[in-house]
């Protein structure tokens, strides 16, 4: 079309120029929300280099057991520190032996968990999308059906067992269950559907055996569903405080993510710093993996 | 010998072709009938039971820790004690709709789930539709909004106990503009203050599953709908919601399971004993396991066993009338 008449060229340029606005507004409304998002954790890192004292002159009024005994005129969050100090990553570190133990102790649960839950469930991925009769349909609904039910049903029975098996309140009654988990199972499965049958028709043609095909063609063309499984796992786990407060009685087994409510009740000072050196090891994997994880999660959830 | 091995693969083949033609859109994964038994070659049924030893590890470790465990769960539900118990009925799921704290936490739980799970649900897909737009600085953007993720809860409580607390940084806020002090964690409000920090921690997650799905709607529709006339508006509701019925479905589920480890965060806020419109199930279990109760914990499990299925097969019934729209239209 032809813009002949100056008006209408005028109207176009208006409406463009409209657009433009709109975006603009669009765009600074999203940053305010992304910084919104960003505001908790990164108003905790820079806490956390904050002096015990400093924590608890801003602080003190809205934390811990003493507030009471602080002034009330009002907390403001701070953003930039009036002394960096290094004092309450070394009190978590070096002077207090039972925090590295929480900390340790969380190591101990999720990584096996992580690792064994990804193992265990790319084999039985790889049974569930390589051949697929009536039976193994209906063992995979029941694994969909089982991932499905909260914790508060399937800690009952999880209880129910570790009593039995005599591994109550001992670390096993936390990793085992853990371990067959059936969410890995079930993302592996959907993603694997969607390797072509060609690959193994081809691999078969030639001799190849169902070992053969899963380390060689499945687990390769798996790779970055395989991260994000782990990390998805890792985060969930890492997490965890349904299982202990159920599943452990003795204290000195109970991971840092229940224990850092404890730091933050009793010791102010360090629950910053102690709060993001329990954040350290999931930014690591979330800064390595972000490609894979978004990819991940993408594929169980669109066919 | 060559030429028989190529007979029967070429047979193979033919069957898979057979079931491609079946179900053409659907792919492998809804093939729920390969050809009968009979007509498979030896070799292929020796493969078929070859990959049940893939299978074994997992579905050992599932029966011993869930299905076993949960059969005694239900003869626990129906007898008056654990050992020896005689066989009751119903009485203990009576017994539990007549204890308070039951219907307290059940009621609580349910609230939440009902306004956080469509919150999550609408909020994260109108973001992904906010952010399906070129826009600058997008990939940071998304960054932003899925980092929460991957934050620890215990990690920033902290920060959340600072922002709500009675003499905390919002209520400073407001005595700004003189609005009286909220005691955020001791009110109704609790309700919402646990909500914002369930939404910021899945709100990202969510908003990837959509972005993708709406990336998946076929170019050409928007551009018959465009071309037919039809406004941001029209395009969302009569187009793209068809393609992506099956995701708000998955969304929702997904938003179900972490909308039920909501204790989560409300135990790393307020400890055991909260305020009584944060007391949820997951409180009540805990104080029941603390007593030991077995006929209890059974009834309420085997209890929301049921309502989970229920509401897991609602979900489902109302994404196949959605899905159906889309193929008939």
């Known amino acids: 079309m032809r813009k002949t008449s100056s008006g209408r060229y005028e109207k176009l340029r208006r409406a463009k120029r409209m657009k433009i606005v709109r975006r603009l507004i669009l765009f600074a409304a999203l940053l305010v929300a992304a910084v919104l998002f960003l505001f908790p954790t990164v108003s905790t890192f820079v806490n956390s280099f904050l002096s015990e004292s400093e924590i608890m002159e801003s602080y003190g009024a809205a934390l811990g057991d003493k507030s009471a005994e602080y002034a009330r005129d009002g907390v403001?969050?701070?953003?930039?520190?009036?002394?960096?100090?290094?004092?309450?990553?070394?009190?978590?570190?070096?002077?207090?032996?039972?925090?590295?133990?929480?900390?340790?102790?969380?190591?101990?649960?999720?990584?096996?968990?992580?690792?064994?839950?990804?193992?265990?469930?790319?084999?039985?991925?790889?049974?569930?999308?390589?051949?697929?009769?009536?039976?193994?349909?209906?063992?995979?609904f029941g694994y969909v059906v089982l991932m499905l039910m909260p914790y508060q049903v399937t800690l009952v029975p999880n209880y129910v067992v570790s009593k039995w098996l005599g591994i109550y309140d001992?670390?096993?009654?936390?990793?085992?269950?853990?371990?067959?988990?059936?969410?890995a199972v079930y993302l592996l499965t959907r993603y694997m559907m969607r390797i072509p049958t060609a690959y193994t028709e081809a691999a078969q043609l030639d001799g190849a055996g169902e070992w053969r095909i899963f380390t060689r063609i499945f687990l390769p063309q798996c790779r970055s569903a395989i991260f994000a499984v782990l990390l998805l796992i890792f985060f969930d786990n890492w997490n965890m405080v349904e299982q202990p407060l159920v599943l452990l009685e003795k204290e000195e087994l109970y991971p840092l993510s229940i224990y850092l409510s404890v730091i933050n009740q009793n010791e102010v000072g360090v629950a910053f710093a102690a709060a993001v050196i329990y954040t350290i090891p999931c930014l690591l994997l979330f800064l390595g993996g972000e490609k894979h994880l978004e990819e991940g999660i993408v594929t169980g959830g669109v066919k | 010998?060559?030429?028989?091995?190529?007979?029967?693969?070429?047979?193979?083949?033919?069957?898979?072709?057979?079931?491609?033609?079946?179900?053409?859109?659907?792919?492998?994964?809804?093939?729920?009938?390969?050809?009968?038994?009979?007509?498979?070659?030896?070799?292929?049924?020796?493969?078929?039971?070859?990959?049940w030893f893939f299978l074994s590890p997992s579905i050992s470790g599932v029966a011993l820790f869930f299905v076993a465990p949960f059969v005694m769960v239900f003869y626990y539900a129906f007898t008056s004690s654990a050992v020896n118990g005689e066989f009751t009925g119903i009485d203990n799921f009576k017994a539990l709709f007549q204890n308070n704290a039951f219907t307290l936490a059940a009621a609580n739980t349910v609230i939440l789930l009902v306004i956080a799970v469509p919150a999550a649900v609408l909020l994260a897909l109108f973001l992904a539709i906010l952010l399906e737009r070129e826009l600058p600085g997008k990939s940071f953007l998304r960054s932003a909004f899925l980092s929460p993720l991957m934050v620890p809860v215990a990690s920033v409580v902290l920060i959340w106990q600072v922002l709500f607390h009675q003499n905390g940084v919002i209520n400073t806020f407001l005595a700004g503009f003189g609005i009286t002090a909220v005691d955020w964690f001791h009110s109704p409000w609790s309700r919402f203050v646990v909500l914002l920090l369930y939404l910021w921690k899945n709100l990202?997650?969510?908003?990837?599953?959509?972005?993708?799905?709406?990336?998946?709607?076929?170019?050409?529709?928007?551009?018959?709908?465009?071309?037919?006339?039809?406004?941001?508006?029209?395009?969302?509701?009569?187009?793209?919601?068809?393609?992506?019925?099956?995701?708000?479905?998955?969304?929702?589920?997904?938003?179900?399971?972490?909308?039920?480890?909501?204790?989560?965060?409300?135990?790393?806020?307020?400890?055991?004993?909260?305020?009584?419109?944060?007391?949820?199930?997951?409180?009540?279990?805990?104080?029941?396991?603390?007593?030991?109760?077995?006929?209890?914990?059974?009834?309420?499990?085997?209890?929301?066993?049921?309502?989970?299925?229920?509401?897991?097969?609602?979900?489902?019934?109302v994404e196949r009338r959605l899905g159906k729209d889309a193929k008939n239209e």
């Open chain 2, 1 to 51: 010998m060559t030429k028989e091995k190529e007979k029967r693969n070429g047979a193979k083949f033919f069957f898979r072709r057979r079931e491609k033609e079946k179900k053409p859109e659907e792919g492998r994964e809804d093939v729920l009938f390969l050809p009968k038994r009979k007509r498979l070659s030896t070799e292929l049924r020796n493969r078929r039971r070859a990959t």
């Open chain 1, 170 to 183: 001992t670390p096993w009654s936390i990793v085992l269950p853990g371990i067959f988990s059936p969410f």
């Open chain 2, 204 to 317: 990202g997650y969510n908003m990837i599953l959509f972005t993708a799905a709406i990336a998946s709607v076929p170019k050409e529709q928007l551009e018959i709908a465009e071309l037919e006339g039809a406004g941001p508006f029209r395009k969302f509701f009569s187009v793209k919601i068809h393609y992506i019925s099956s995701t708000v479905l998955f969304v929702t589920i997904l938003s179900l399971i972490s909308a039920m480890k909501i204790f989560r965060e409300v135990y790393l806020l307020t400890g055991s004993y909260p305020y009584e419109t944060l007391y949820l199930l997951q409180h009540f279990m805990n104080n029941t396991f603390r007593s030991m109760d077995y006929q209890k914990l059974s009834t309420a499990a085997i209890l929301l066993a049921l309502a989970t299925s229920v509401v897991i097969a609602v979900l489902f019934v």
């Open chain 1, 76 to 140: 403001v969050i701070k953003l930039i520190p009036d002394k960096v100090s290094g004092e309450p990553y070394e009190v978590f570190l070096f002077q207090s032996p039972d925090y590295l133990r929480k900390f340790w102790n969380s190591a101990l649960y999720v990584v096996p968990i992580t690792l064994f839950q990804t193992g265990v469930a790319l084999l039985a991925a790889y049974g569930f999308t390589r051949y697929r009769g009536k039976i193994r349909s209906l063992v995979f």
